[in-house]
């Protein structure tokens, strides 16, 4: 990835080098700190000339001011002041890095005209920065100026009311944005670079944060009846391998919140292999389980105070002679009978046995899963959406509500009995498709037969993980989606 910027806060105060932003509000107003910057109106002018009218996060530089120590000024839009929240202080802080990052010291102003913006709004600027700075250009050995990378980090300060107070705030939201640039590393490696035993000793680091992890071998999950999971592995060289992360931040009698990842390092598809084109997007279908491996993290190194368990199975899926074949039957952790009738419809294996054992092994007070589980989820949401399904109100309601705060959306779609007939199989308990017609929610309803009257919601995010649209604060293909949105969940409604 990108060198990580240092951020710094200190008092408001005009800066000496570099690149200075300053917040412009609806119509261009300007705070008298941001003003000093520009004593002689140059900001003014442009924003006439630029038809810049402060809308929110739009930018616009001019030349810095004659006599002036620094050597750019930029103005940001901010916005209508009074409607300024979390997600458009995110937006602010990853608009000011793109505009000013080539300069490498920047200075951002976090005062606007008419508010003051309180510690934690200075927080949420920088968060945004943090993760509009990411790139993953790791294996660029020429960067786009053509010149081979030597460039430091960039240091970004920002100057504000309270900078003590805003330090204290971006803690938090710091070591949530190291689990999303965590998860946004692992979906864009290459499959050649991680494969099953390198994931799982991406998960094993996290030990440096006092999480308890164990990584059992197939071995081990073939002694606990996991021909589900390890049936989607035995085409590839790469031995699977089941993760369990654990941290115990809460009381010793909590029961834990847990969530499961599909972590397929590569999906060619298996015996029903896919089309060549796109296929290169595959090394990308273990983004549930990097979302989990980053949600670890962040309530690791913010000490949340809450039992969690993370659950990551991961495998391959590729077609040897060795792989398995439509119309096999395998027997689940469950007891549960599959017949497969396609290969590549493997995320649901996996997650079948990771499930149950979790449920089994925890006792969990809910199971959320992640998985870039189907194409069907992308026809119906596109990518602004994640796909989600529950069998429990109260967690898909609060499962809406952190989506809305936190900018990583989800959309709640059904499960019914009449949709659970279309996974009957005449030779098995169950088959692993319902074909083309409902395929997200006859997944779902897959997956639902592994949970038992556990609350629990299944999370599909093959169009938000992977693929989803630009914005200020991710100019990367993988997202680093669910990190968020579930550190926030178990913040409002959880932690002891």
């Known amino acids: 990835m990108s060198q990580r910027p240092s951020i710094a806060f200190a008092k408001l105060a005009t800066p000496k080098k570099g690149s200075v932003v300053v917040l412009a509000t609806d119509g261009g107003g300007l705070s008298e700190a941001a003003s000093a910057c520009d004593p002689q109106g140059a900001l003014k002018k442009a924003f006439g000339v630029a038809d810049f009218s402060g809308k929110l996060a739009a930018s616009l530089e001019v030349l810095a001011p004659q006599g002036a120590d620094y050597d750019r000024l930029v103005a940001i839009g901010a916005g209508k002041a009074d409607a300024l929240d979390e997600r458009a202080w995110n937006r602010i802080g990853g608009a000011a890095f793109a505009a000013a990052k080539k300069t490498g010291e920047i200075s951002i102003l976090a005062d606007i005209d008419g508010a003051e913006a309180s510690a934690e709004d200075v927080a949420s600027l920088a968060f945004g920065a943090m993760l509009g700075a990411y790139a993953f250009d790791k294996y660029k050995t020429k960067k786009d100026n053509g010149k081979a990378d030597a460039a430091k980090p960039a240091k970004v300060t920002i100057l504000c009311a309270n900078p003590s107070a805003a330090k204290k705030a971006f803690a938090t939201a710091e070591a949530v944005a190291d689990g999303v640039l965590l998860a946004r590393d692992l979906v864009n490696e290459p499959a050649n670079v991680l494969g099953t035993l390198e994931f799982a000793d991406k998960a094993k680091e996290l030990e440096k944060l006092d999480v308890k992890v164990e990584i059992l071998t197939e071995k081990e999950m073939k002694k606990l ?19 369990v992360m654990r941290w115990d931040g809460g009381k010793a009698k909590d029961q834990p919140v847990a969530f499961i990842g599909k972590g397929v390092v590569f999906d060619s598809g298996g015996i029903s292999i896919k089309p060549a084109g796109g296929m290169e997007d595959m090394k990308g279908d273990m983004g549930g389980a990097a979302a989990v491996t980053g949600l670890m993290h962040a309530l690791a190194a913010r000490k949340a105070k809450v039992n969690a368990v993370g659950i990551i199975g991961l495998v391959e899926n590729m077609p040897d002679a060795n792989a398995q074949r439509p119309g096999d039957i395998v027997t689940s952790m469950s007891g549960q009978t599959i017949e497969v009738i396609n290969t590549d419809a493997e995320g649901r294996l996996v997650l079948a046995d990771a499930l149950w054992y979790c449920n089994e092994r925890f006792k969990p007070r809910f199971m959320i899963n992640l998985a870039t589980l189907t194409g069907a989820v992308i026809v119906a949401l596109g990518n602004e959406h994640a796909g989600l399904f529950s069998n429990n109100d109260e ?17 709640r779609l059904p499960l019914a009995p009449e949709y659970d007939k279309l996974i009957d199989s005449k030779n098995a308990d169950m088959k692993n498709t319902g074909g083309r017609n409902a395929g997200s929610i006859t997944a779902a309803q897959f997956l639902q037969r592994f949970v038992g009257d556990t ?5 599909d995010i093959a169009g938000t993980a992977m693929g989803s649209p630009s914005s200020e604060i991710n100019h990367s293909w993988a997202s680093g989606f669910g990190v968020r949105l579930l550190d926030r969940l178990v913040r409002d409604h959880y932690e002891s």
Request: proline share 5%; net charge positive.
């Open 395 to 411: 967690l898909a309601d609060r499962l809406l509500g952190s989506g809305k705060d936190t900018g990583e959306k989800v959309w």
């Open 455 to 459: 609350p629990w919601a299944h999370l």
């Open 225 to 243: 009846g996991m021909a589900a999971l390890l049936g989607v592995a035995q085409g590839s060289a790469r031995p699977a391998r089941l993760a």
